[in-house]
């Protein structure tokens, strides 16, 4: 049976009362309840949210292996960038004010992150240049055009595009499933 977005919303709502009694519902239906306040740090202050536009997207490569069963949520997205596809077989964005069409998603704490790092080629100690990609936190919003999201993107430099011969996607969609114009 599937959930609407609303009824989804309302299971995931965390409810308050006097005692700091936390009621927590996800997809699972598991419940947690506590008058300990580090649930609420554990499950909201510490979410991580990553906008993902290639490989990472669900029903792509990657999405299996790096994100099911690890992401506690899952929203379409754009972002505003430039889209290239690389005949590696993957994209890359680049800073610019075209529309890129993705998702965010959402981890329940940043232990992707390293996971993450690793797939894109990024090491935070290297030179920016030195990196497949850098990890740059970006503004998201709905498809409606309104906020949703301070969000981690892996964008590639415009050289590094401009050596790998990226062809730019108008479309602002990538998918290895799909053609993308």
């Known amino acids: 049976?599937?959930?609407?977005?609303?009824e989804r919303q309302e299971r995931e709502r965390i409810e308050f009362n006097q005692s700091f009694e936390i009621v927590i519902s996800r997809k699972s239906n598991i419940f947690f309840s506590s008058n300990l306040s580090h649930i609420y740090h554990k499950y909201i202050l510490n979410n991580l949210q990553v906008f993902v536009y290639g490989t990472l997207k669900p029903g792509e490569c990657n999405y299996e292996r790096y994100c099911a069963g690890k992401v506690v949520e899952e929203k379409r997205a754009i972002a505003f960038g430039e889209l290239f596809s690389?005949?590696?077989g993957y994209p890359a964005m680049i800073p610019g004010n075209a529309k890129i069409h993705g998702f965010v998603l959402t981890f329940p704490d940043s232990t992707v992150l390293q996971k993450l790092d690793n797939l894109e080629g990024y090491d935070p100690s290297r030179p920016e240049a030195q990196n497949e990609y850098n990890r740059h936190q970006i503004e998201t919003y709905k498809p409606s055009g309104q906020p949703l999201a301070i969000a981690w993107a892996y964008l590639m430099s415009v050289d590094r595009v401009r050596r790998q011969k990226g062809i730019l996607l108008t479309s602002g969609w990538w998918s290895r499933l799909k053609n993308n114009e």
């Open 1 to 6: 049976m599937r959930v609407s977005a609303l």
């Open 86 to 88: 690389l005949p590696a």
